[in-house]
């Protein structure tokens, strides 16, 4: 299986970033979806994954348009690996927040509001506490939650980009 990707990867790296931006972009579809067309409101660790999610998009989608040059794909892997690790630790937080719900659930601030109404140094902090919003399970597929499938699509793509950063930095010319 390994051996499978790394060839995929070497021998067609355009392809895979190319389908990496597509498929954040197809994530990035569904939430609005189940936004818009279902009626979820996202809470703010929702929102921080989007915009990291839209990060990787564009992290990929450059990498398509450089090409296969040996260092803009190990520092734009690298840089997609890390996004990605922090899409995956934001929405690792909120599976935690998922199973074991803070016993006075609240409706907290939403996130443009949180941004707008305090520095920096607050608001963060209140991301990434999370709310009652953040704790409730308004959505499943095959018994995982919106969280659930979040993180294991931001380590998947958190795997490519850094299989991506190897190769190429093996690779030699």
């Known amino acids: 299986m390994w051996r499978a990707v790394t060839t995929v990867v070497r021998g067609y790296p ?4 190319v389908a990496v931006a597509v498929w954040c972009v ?9 936004q818009h067309g ?16 839209v990060l990787v998009a564009l ?25 990605a690790g922090f899409g995956a630790f934001v929405a690792a937080r909120q599976s935690w927040l998922q199973w074991y719900p803070p016993e006075e659930a609240s409706c907290g601030r939403d996130f443009y509001g949180m941004i707008e109404t305090f520095p920096l140094q607050r608001a963060v902090p209140m991301i ?35 299989v991506l950063a190897v190769e190429a930095a093996r690779r030699r010319r």
Do not use: H
Not at 14 to 17: D, G
Not at 44 to 49: A, H, K, R, S
Not at 60 to 78: F, K, P, Q
């Open 26 to 34: 197809g994530l990035l579809g569904f939430g609005l979806y189940l």
């Open 128 to 162: 990434f506490k999370g709310s009652g919003d953040c704790a409730a399970i308004d959505w499943t597929f095959l018994g995982l939650t919106i969280a659930n499938w979040s993180f294991l699509n931001f380590g998947l793509v958190g795997v490519v980009g850094l």
């Open 14 to 17: 355009r392809l895979v970033w």
């Open 38 to 53: 279902v009626g979820l409101e996202p809470c703010p660790m929702c929102i921080v994954q989007r915009y990291t999610l």
């Open 59 to 83: 992290v990929a989608a450059l990498g398509a348009w450089l090409g296969t040059g040996r260092w803009a794909r190990v520092g734009l892997g690298g840089l997609m690996g890390v996004l």
